[in-house]
Nanobody
Framework: QVQPVESGGGLVQPGGSLRLSCAVSGIMFSEYDMGWARQAPGKQRELVTT???????NYVDSVKGRFTISRDNDKRTVYLQMNSLKAEDTAVYYC????????????WGQGTQVTVSS
């Protein structure tokens, strides 16, 4: 029954912005750390950013200063604000929910395509 659902992907020009959303049903959302990963064609999946249940954030160096992860526990939703987008940000972006103490309770969304191109 656990189904993270991403939305907000699309085509954007270099330098543009997108905001991704991920809504999660079927879990106690406040007990889960959340994150975003991405996978470009022919490349390994890369963890981009995480936010803990307490609000602590972490980012891969390549997106620091450009991406911001946030969460709204009331809406059971995590967001990824992406600014100053570059062509190398093009990937399928996946949302993850992982229980803060029970790591086996980890769920991935189906992904949303982000394409940065002029």
């Amino acid at each position: 029954q656990v189904q993270p659902v991403e939305s907000g992907g699309g085509l954007v020009q270099p330098g543009g912005s997108l905001r991704l959303s991920c809504a999660v049903s079927g879990i106690m959302f406040s007990e889960y750390d959340m994150g975003w990963a991405r996978q470009a064609p022919g490349k390994q999946r890369e963890l981009v950013t995480t936010i803990t249940k307490d609000g602590t954030t972490n980012y891969v160096d390549s997106v620091k200063g450009r991406f911001t992860i946030s969460r709204d526990n009331d809406k059971r939703t995590v967001y990824l604000q992406m600014n100053s987008l570059k062509a190398e940000d093009t990937a399928v972006y996946y949302c993850n929910a992982r229980h803060w103490t029970i790591s086996t309770k980890s769920y991935w969304g189906q992904g949303t395509q982000v394409t940065v191109s002029s």
